[in-house]
C-alpha cells in the first residue's frame, strides 16, 4: 500500500481550492494541506477532511462515484444536438447590455481601428 504524505504549505495566494479528497473546497488559509502526486501535480485537502481523518477513503470513494455519475452525464451530452448563437450574436449581445448598464464610451476613450 502507498502512503501518501499531506504536508502544511504555506501559501500568498489567499484563494479557495478543490479538495482532491471530498470535492468541496479550502478554505482561504494563509497554508494550505498538499500532497503531491506521481506527475508533481499539487493537490490540496480542505480542513473538514483534515478535522474527519476516518472519513478519508469514504470520502474519496463518494466523490469517485460523484465523478463517474458526471462524465457519463457529459457522455450523454456529447450525443445531443448544439444549437448555439454565433461568436459575433454572443459579441453583440455583450455590447448591447454594456451600453444599457453604462452608457456609450466618452469619445476619448474610444479605440480607434486601423
Not at 32 to 45: I, P
Not at 64 to 70: F, I, P, S
Not at 84 to 100: F, G, I, S
Request: glycine letters at 6%; aromatic letters at 8%.
Amino acid at each position: 500500500m502507498t502512503r501518501i504524505e499531506v504536508g502544511l504549505h504555506e501559501t500568498n495566494l489567499l484563494t479557495r481550492f478543490p479538495c482532491s479528497v471530498c470535492g468541496g473546497t479550502t478554505d482561504k488559509e494563509m497554508v494550505l494541506a498538499e500532497f503531491v502526486d506521481d506527475d508533481g501535480d499539487r493537490h490540496q485537502v480542505c480542513v473538514r477532511c483534515l478535522q474527519a481523518p476516518d472519513e478519508i477513503a469514504s470520502r474519496l470513494i463518494a466523490q469517485a462515484e460523484a465523478r463517474e455519475a458526471w462524465a457519463a452525464w457529459i457522455r450523454g451530452l456529447a450525443s445531443q444536438t448544439w444549437v448555439l448563437p454565433t461568436y459575433d450574436q454572443y459579441v453583440k449581445a455583450n455590447r448591447d447590455v454594456e451600453l444599457r448598464v453604462f452608457g456609450p464610451e466618452p469619445p476619448e476613450l474610444r479605440l480607434v481601428a486601423s
